[in-house]
Structures are given as C-alpha cells and as structure tokens.
C-alpha cells in the first residue's frame, strides 16, 4: 500500500504544481473533474443506504458550478447553482410521481452533493484567481497537508485523548495540537520562501502565512470529520478506491474544500478585496 501511495504521489504532484502555476481555465477544469467525482462518490456511497440520487446529476452539478464561478465570477455562479436546484427538484418531483415516497429527502441530499462539492471547491479557484494567487495557493493547500502529517505523527507517537471518537477514534488531542504547530511552522516557512519569488511590494508575508496555516490548521479537520460522518452512517473504510493507496477522490480533497474558503476570504480581507 505504501508503494502505490508513493507511486501515486510522484506522479500527482508535478502535474498538481503545473496546474497551479497555469492557473484559469485549467486549474478550472481540474478542480471541476476533482469535485464532480467527489460528488460521484458521495452518491454512490449514499446509494448504498437506499438514497436514490442520480450518480450523474450530482457530478455534473458540482462541475458546473466550478466552471460557472471561474468563467462568470460569483454571479454567474449563482445563476447556475438556482437552475440546479430547480432542475434537482424536478426530477425528483417526477420520482415522487413514479412511486419514490423517499424523494424529499433524496432531492436534500442531492443537493447537498453537488452544492458541497461544487460550490466550496469553486473557491480553490477563487484562491488561485486572487492578485499573487498562486502563492497564496501554494502556502493554503501544501499547510493543510504538513498540519495534517504533523498531526498523524504527534498523535500516533503521543495521542492518549480522543478528539473524536465516534466519528473518527485514531484522532486525539495531542495530534490535533501537533497539527496546529505543524500548520502555522509550515504556513510560515512557505511564505518565506514564495516572498522571495513574488512580485516587489508582496503582500505575502512570514507572519501571515503562519496565521493561514495555524487557521486552516485548526478548522480543516473538520472537513476531514464531515466525510468520516457520512463514510461511518453508510459503513465504508474509503469513499472510493479510484487511487491506489489513497482511496477516493473525496477522501483527498475532503480539507481542501475548507481550505479553499477559508483562505480565500482571509486573503481577499488581507488584500481589502
């Protein structure tokens, strides 16, 4: 497993770093791919425990809305996640018909699906489309990832207090507090090292790459939590195993859907965006 992991990871990351550095309509499109099979994901998981969604509606939808948000802002965005929702409510108006007593409650999770997926990762490319964007980029989602390293190593060296134990019982405090250290030690570094390669008068800086990865660190988990509820409530170790080693796509983009957000608005605000 973890040679598939290693091999997966090597063959991600310089395809991930040339996406970012492109940015726009590819960066776009990726992140559109990611969350539409995220959404997939989400409705087969679902499908297991007699929801009845449509395991292509849901992935189009997410999909659409990132694409929406990178071609037409926020606005057009929003134009596109009301016809989803009218569209979602009529097909599902039609499964009632058909005889599906359930269908009120298949339509909440559909939505759910395709605004989780779809509207949260549009703000990845919001992140990326800010001025020094990519930078920015690059300290948000690398931080989540050490935060979360850090955590793991402190927890299973030194964890004794659960943090979560019913939706995820390997967590505990003590990682939970590595993983701040790790995320504010990581932001920092990052922003040290990308301010040397930005633009004269950055606004990037050591002391607040340390204040997005100490943030992004404390409330990330809880993206990572939200996808162990619902893998707990169906029964399942991973959403997916679309990556050897890794699981599902969810499973890996599941605190990246909060960290695009959160570090959006925190360097829209810095930038008095």
């Not at 979602?88 to 759910?112: K, N």
Request: hydrophobic share 55%; proline share 4%; with cysteine.
């Amino acid at each position: 497993m973890l040679a598939s992991r290693i091999v997966v990871a090597i063959f991600l990351l310089p395809l991930g770093a040339l996406v970012i550095a492109l940015g726009g309509l590819p960066l776009a499109l990726v992140v559109a791919i990611l969350s539409g099979i995220a959404a997939w994901e989400i409705a087969h998981m679902l499908g297991k425990i007699g929801f009845r969604v449509t395991e292509w509606g849901m992935p189009l939808g997410a999909a659409m809305l990132v694409l929406a948000y990178s071609q037409f802002g926020l606005d057009g965005s929003a134009a596109v996640l009301s016809l989803i929702l009218l569209a979602s409510m009529t097909y599902h108006l039609f499964d009632f018909e058909r005889g599906r007593q359930q269908a009120a409650t298949d339509f909440a999770v559909s939505v759910m699906g395709m605004v989780y997926c779809g509207w949260l990762a549009s703000y990845m490319v919001a992140l990326r489309s800010l001025p020094e964007g990519k930078w920015w980029f690059l300290i948000a989602l690398p931080a989540v990832w050490l935060a979360d390293s850090g955590a793991y190593l402190v927890g299973s060296r030194f964890g004794k207090h659960l943090f979560s134990p019913r939706l995820s019982p390997h967590k505990t405090w003590e990682g939970y507090w590595g993983g701040l250290v790790s995320g504010a030690l990581s932001g920092w570094i990052l922003a040290g090292l990308w301010g040397l390669g930005a633009e004269p008068n950055t606004s990037i800086a050591a002391w607040k790459g340390a204040v997005l990865g100490l943030i992004l660190a404390a409330l990330t988990p809880l993206g990572d939590l939200g996808e162990s509820m619902i893998k707990r409530q169906v029964g399942v170790k991973d959403s997916s195993h679309i990556l050897p080693g890794h699981g599902g796509i969810f499973d890996r983009i599941d605190s990246w859907l909060w960290a695009g957000v959160l570090g959006y608005y925190l360097v829209a605000w810095w930038l008095g965006k």
